[in-house]
């Protein structure tokens, strides 16, 4: 039993799992944790942010969203079950594209350009934050070494997406009327794949943490996931809310990197 699922548990108790309608409950709880509740989304929701804090948020969301495919493929590479690799491949599909849909990477690519960002600037991650990185690279690499089941339980932010994605939507024409409202797309496209994805990861969850322990576990495994959201947007508002980049004390010093 870890140390960090034993401090979560009231009095430590693990005798008594919760039922199937009460774990659901628990975990969907956690949307108070999203990320739709920090203050950079509740700026940009409101018609806050400027076009670069716009365009500094689509540059850095874009490693995340590249990275999804990676993350899902790890979840592949560890699952020996056929028929869920044959379901859950449908995520990578709708992210790199088949056939006549380019898919969500593509999507959002449309997005940057229509913010006025550098397609090639996107793909090469030139402004993507050091802690966007880092959390990304977090995420990525717990699919990896974690279990199947519990990186799917990861993916269970998306029972709180529909709403983001909607919220939007709804303010973008409205407060960035500079956005093409037809690069919106990848927002109404995750409308209708979200709920999908999360019906089927939600029942996995649900099949498989069934124990106390096992259940306080799929929290944990949930609340790391939103942490790693969470982080997203402080790093973006770190240097472009509060002009505080990383080494801002260097100036308009370059920083040279090559591959690790």
């Not at 500094?56 to 560890?78: G, H, M, T």
């Not at 593509?106 to 991650?125: F, K, M, P, Q, S």
């Not at 259940?215 to 790093?235: E, M, S």
């Amino acid at each position: 039993m870890s140390q960090l699922a034993q401090s979560n548990w009231p009095n430590g108790d693990y005798s008594a799992p919760w039922s199937r309608q009460e774990f659901e409950q628990r975990l969907r709880d956690k949307g108070r944790f999203y990320h739709i509740h920090h203050p950079f989304h509740i700026a940009m929701h409101e018609g806050r942010c400027s076009k670069d804090q716009i365009r500094a948020w689509v540059a850095n969301r874009f490693y995340y969203q590249s990275n999804i495919p990676i993350k899902d493929a790890a979840v592949l590479a560890n699952c020996p079950d056929k028929a869920v690799r044959r379901e859950w491949l449908q995520r990578i599909i709708d992210h790199d594209g088949r056939g006549d849909d380019l898919g969500g990477i593509e999507a959002w690519l449309y997005l940057g350009e229509a913010c006025g960002l550098n397609r090639d600037d996107l793909l090469t991650h030139r402004h993507v934050l050091p802690g966007v990185r880092f959390a990304v690279d977090a995420y990525v690499n717990f699919a990896r070494r974690a279990s199947w089941q519990e990186a799917a339980c990861s993916s269970l932010t998306e029972m709180f997406a529909p709403e983001i994605h909607q919220s939007r939507l709804n303010s973008w024409p409205e407060h960035y009327p500079w956005v093409n409202t037809e690069a919106l797309g990848y927002f109404r496209k995750r409308l209708g794949e979200a709920r999908r994805d999360v019906d089927h990861g939600l029942n996995v969850t649900l099949a498989h943490f069934r124990s106390a322990e096992q259940q306080q576990h799929a929290l944990n495994i949930l609340q790391f996931k939103l942490d790693i959201l969470w982080c997203l947007l402080d790093a973006i508002s770190m240097a472009h809310v509060h002009m505080q980049p990383p080494y801002h004390h260097l100036g308009d010093e370059q920083i040279v990197r090559t591959s690790l």
